[in-house]
């Protein structure tokens, strides 16, 4: 049985090479099923680390982070190290993907500490590359070009094309971010045509969209079309686009393709699974959240505390009087806050000032609104059908509704036959099925 563990193990990562994902899945499963009954714990962790990968790239993000919660506690019982430095480089990926620098570097520098004891050269290059997307991501940039040197050093060290190529694409996209828009597309030319002809469709396809979207940044709308045209062309055979999309999130994609690009249908869905990723960031975040414990994310974007001594904060920074600029903008968060179905202009103007007149009222309402996103964040109040409501889809913690929320379990816990109470976030699933 074990060598039909093996060939399955095999035919999963030739199925994963020849783009058949799900078939690659499957094979997996079925092996991991197999190490899961003879409790091998080295090979258990091997398998969850794959399907914890191709879930990642399919953007599965829930099932991905379970996978590797899963392979690093079989590394650890294995004593597998080598696994678990790659276990928890992934992880970094997935949190820089969700926006949790912290939580990336954390589990980077983990990672690191490993390849460096094992001297694995591959990883090692990979997270200095890593920690450049990382940095480009934040806008650090001159940190990123640090990290993608130390990388280019350690892929001269080992002779792979195939990693500088890597690096080309990703100093691409750093050239992009500093506005080196024809020395980026010269970079990202050299890595498509390298990955093109190796059969790296997935990296080929994310140096085309680069340059696309580096063309419309330079205004040379021609030649981007012709690179879009391309990647449309390729993307009904990529199962794995989750590299495409995180990609178009942080060079605007959706701001720099014209609309009469968008008639193609595979540019408009891949325009739209950007969008789709942005709007669903809050509650994988949330999601997450609960359910990974070995390099924990990093808290929410929004904390509210009203139960004793009132507070804000936004990204674990405290929100202070100079933030809100006057007590009205305060009260005015507080106020929308506590209505989540949503206030009028009028309704609140009748509250905060009864004696203006309507002129008046729409002025003082427009600045304290303005500073009150300016303080805590844009999409902090959302107006939709002359109403203004506190975005619940934002990644948040308000402790006033999480005691109502416990308060509300507790009473229904006391029944019987309850049904669990609606709206309830998703939690992460637990060990994979075999």
């Known amino acids: 049985m074990e060598n039909v563990a093996h060939i399955l193990m095999n035919l999963g990562m030739i199925e994963r090479r020849l783009g058949s994902i799900r078939a690659a899945e499957e094979a997996y499963r079925q092996a991991l099923d197999h190490w899961q009954k003879t409790g091998n714990p080295f090979w258990q962790a091997n398998l969850y680390n794959n399907l914890g990968v191709m879930q990642h790239l399919r953007g599965e993000y829930l099932q991905a982070a379970a996978s590797y919660e899963g392979a690093l506690e079989q590394a650890r019982q294995a004593g597998n190290t080598r696994i678990e430095a790659y276990v928890l480089a992934g992880l970094g990926d997935l949190y820089r993907d969700l926006d949790s620098a912290s939580a990336a570097r954390d589990a980077y520098q983990r990672a690191f500490q490993l390849a460096g004891q094992l001297q694995d050269q591959f990883l090692i290059f990979y997270l ?5 997307v990382l ?40 050239l992009v971010a500093e506005r080196h828009m024809e020395a980026a597309v010269q970079q990202l030319q050299t890595a498509e045509t390298f990955f093109t002809e190796t ?7 994310q140096a085309l969209w680069l340059q696309a979207l580096a063309h419309y940044a330079n205004g040379s709308r021609e030649p981007a079309s012709e690179a879009l045209a391309r990647l449309a ?8 686009r989750q590299p495409l999309i995180t990609a178009g999130r942080e060079f605007q994609a959706a ?3 014209p609309e009469e690009m968008k008639a193609d249908p595979a540019v408009l869905e891949l325009v739209m699974e950007v969008q789709r990723f ?51 903008v305060r009260n005015l968060f507080f106020f929308i806050l506590n209505h989540p179905e949503g206030l009028t202009k009028d309704q609140v103007g009748e509250m905060f000032w009864p004696d203006a007149s309507p002129a008046e009222v729409k002025l003082r309402f427009k600045n304290d609104l ?55 976030a998703e939690s992460l699933p637990g060990p994979l099925p075999a």
């Open 128 to 132: 200095h590359l890593a920690h450049g």
């Open 135 to 174: 940095a480009r991501q934040q806008k650090r940039l001159k940190q990123a070009r640090q990290h993608f040197s130390a990388a280019a050093e350690a892929a001269a060290e080992s002779g792979s094309r195939y990693q500088e190529a890597l690096i080309q694409l990703e100093q691409g996209g750093l």
């Open 199 to 205: 059969n790296q469709r997935l990296e080929s396809a």
């Open 233 to 240: 062309g390729q993307l009904a055979q990529l199962p794995l």
């Open 255 to 257: 701001e720099l393709i």
């Open 278 to 328: 942005e709007q669903a960031l809050p509650r994988l975040r949330k999601a997450l959240r609960k359910g990974v414990v070995t390099v924990p994310l990093a808290g929410p974007h929004l904390v509210v505390r009203s139960l004793g001594r009132m507070e804000v904060r936004v990204q674990n920074r405290m929100v202070t009087t100079s933030d809100w600029k006057t007590q009205s």
């Open 370 to 424: 303005y500073r009150l996103r300016h303080a805590i964040g844009r999409n902090t109040i959302v107006f939709f059908d002359e109403i203004y409501r506190f975005n619940p889809d934002q990644d948040y913690e308000y402790d006033l509704e999480t005691f109502l929320q416990e308060l509300e379990l507790s009473r229904r816990g006391r029944g019987r036959a309850r049904p669990p109470p609606a709206g309830r």
